[in-house]
């Protein structure tokens, strides 16, 4: 994604917002007739002379069919994980072409070259390949692998096809931040961890683009992660830049920051991107980048396109390159260069013996309606607020509260990304968890862990807390961390209508944590395998 023509590439509103939200958990389905029926029923009946005259065979029968649901729910949500698995590891088999190394496209006087690329990875953009594919073109294809099998973007078995068919596949950072808003760290992991996961799914990845087309402070990163160019946004002739030449050199003068026209818009014409090309041919040539994003009717924003107005675009250049000295190529056929291998950026340091590993921990930083280093988050149907609200000691808390209730569940939790925010971990390790909280309805610490993929999983749910009027502090330790955990965060979730206030959170190594403060209420029943149900009951 990227900005308006403009030589400094100035930053836009997020439309695909950084990891979006925590992984979506499909709500269980859950008992047929209520349970308070099915233990008490056989009582009603015998009061009116219609059943047996205790209850004893009833809530045993209840109690046995309770059983054999809870384990069909959860036979059922192995199932649907294991197909969801399976899909991945067939897609993931699906090979595509090997990228040969090569120098950079010869320069052939007065030949203007086009490269149509993809930012995103929007579902619309498979289609667009098939265009592309039936002209006879080659694309490239910008795509976050932290985002792929997501709601609106491509599968990884899209993504294949699109390889597969001669496309170029390249990195756009694992979950679409705004990088100049990271530290050089953050940054550098949301760069290379994306090259690395798509190079390990098979991808051939050696050019970049920067979301936003924002990263002209960190371009370096680029090239250390292995990458052969960079595509920003900006530099060429627009309503912008007047003064700018109409397209950038087929030998750039810094190829970590290529420039290129204003992507394209829902109010681009046909005319518009007629004259992209247009005005490449009449300056003598050059290389022409235009930036897409999604197709219409898959996607419908202000950055996508109708399909018919692409297919036009696509008919018409199809002619032009057979009377024109007009060309379409890939950034990769463009730039050349090595397939570097995979560079790994340091990880996040795990939390410190005796050392609270939450950032702003007492939710005292705020950076518009969220704490600084924490989102709003939750799964299912369901409607909530989020607030900022007076919290322990004058400071201030953060209050949730569900208006509307289906399924699934919403809390604030640290948000999840590859270690700017989220507390590095230890696998083997357990950890104890603190907060102080008021609720009006029962409530739990929900827990979430990140893969070695980057990608974060639903791992744990506490026993419930009860509610209660004034902050009450409490503390749980995590069983030990799965192996290839990289991180850990977790919220306390409401997963029916009502409202809970957090504040003065922690999180320590239980091996080296201090002594919680008193009074501490510490759950003691066995922790839920997975998340509340559509009643705020445990599932697991």
Not at 209 to 230: H, I, M, Q, T
Not at 243 to 263: F, M, V, Y
Not at 486 to 491: I, M
Request: proline share 8%.
């Amino acid at each position: 994604m990227g900005t308006k023509n403009d030589p400094s590439a100035p930053h836009l509103p997020s439309h695909r917002k950084p990891k979006r939200s925590l992984q979506t958990f499909a709500a269980l389905l859950v008992l047929s007739l209520p349970t308070a029926f099915l233990i008490f029923g056989g009582q009603w009946l015998a009061a009116a002379g219609w059943g047996p005259p205790d209850n004893t065979r009833t809530v045993a029968e209840a109690q046995d069919l309770e059983a054999v649901e809870r384990i069909e729910a959860a036979k059922a949500e192995t199932m649907a994980r294991e197909s969801i698995a399976a899909e991945r590891a067939a897609a993931e088999a699906i090979p595509v072409p090997d990228y040969i190394p090569a120098g950079p496209l010869p320069v052939v006087p007065g030949q203007t070259v086009v490269s149509l690329t993809f930012d995103d990875g929007f579902s619309g953009a498979a289609r667009a390949a098939e265009i592309l594919s039936a002209a006879d073109m080659k694309g490239t294809f910008y795509l976050n692998s932290g985002l792929l099998d997501e709601t609106g973007s491509m599968t990884l078995r899209q993504a294949k096809e699109v390889a597969g068919a001669g496309h170029e596949v390249a990195g756009h950072t694992f979950s679409h931040p705004d990088i100049d808003t990271l530290d050089l760290a953050e940054a550098k992991r949301e760069i290379c961890q994306d090259r690395e996961n798509l190079l390990s799914l098979g991808f051939q990845v050696t050019n970049f683009a920067y979301p936003f087309a924002s990263g002209s402070d960190v371009k370096s990163l680029v090239e250390d992660c292995g990458y052969n160019s960079g595509r920003g946004l900006g530099g060429t002739l627009g309503e912008d830049c007047q003064n700018c030449p109409p397209t950038e050199s087929l030998r750039p003068a810094d190829p970590n920051l290529l420039k290129a026209p204003s992507q394209v818009e829902q109010d681009w014409t046909l005319a518009d991107l007629q004259a992209a090309v247009l005005d490449g041919e009449a300056a003598g040539g050059g290389w022409v980048i235009l930036t897409f994003h999604g197709l219409c009717p898959y996607q419908c924003a202000w950055i996508d396109i109708d399909e018919s107005l692409f297919q036009e675009f696509t008919d018409w250049l199809e002619v032009r390159t057979t009377t024109n000295p007009v060309v379409v190529r890939s950034v990769q056929e463009v730039i050349g260069g090595p397939l570097e291998a995979p560079v790994a950026a340091a990880a996040a340091k795990p939390v410190a013996p005796g050392e609270n590993g939450i950032e702003n921990p007492g939710l005292e930083d705020w950076q518009d309606e969220n704490p600084r280093c924490w989102i709003q988050a939750g799964y299912g149907s369901n409607t909530a607020d989020f607030n900022k609200v007076p919290g322990i000691a004058g400071g201030t808390a953060a209050e949730v509260t569900v208006r509307r209730h289906e399924t699934g569940d919403a809390k604030l939790t640290q948000k999840q990304d590859l270690g700017a925010c989220s507390p590095a971990v230890q696998p083997g390790h357990s950890y104890s968890l603190r907060l102080s909280y008021t609720a009006d309805v029962r409530t739990q610490l929900s827990v979430y862990y990140r893969d070695s993929f980057g990608e974060w999983q639903f791992w744990v749910a506490s026993p419930f807390l009860e509610p209660s009027t004034a902050f009450t502090p409490v503390e749980w330790e995590t069983p030990p961390v799965p192996e290839g955990a990289t991180g850990l965060t977790y919220g306390l979730s409401l997963s029916s209508t009502g409202s809970a206030v957090t504040d003065d959170y922690a999180m320590y190594d239980a091996e080296s944590a201090p002594p919680a403060p008193a009074p501490t209420v510490v759950p003691t029943d066995a922790p839920s395998s997975r998340p509340a149900d559509d009643n705020g009951n445990g599932t697991g």
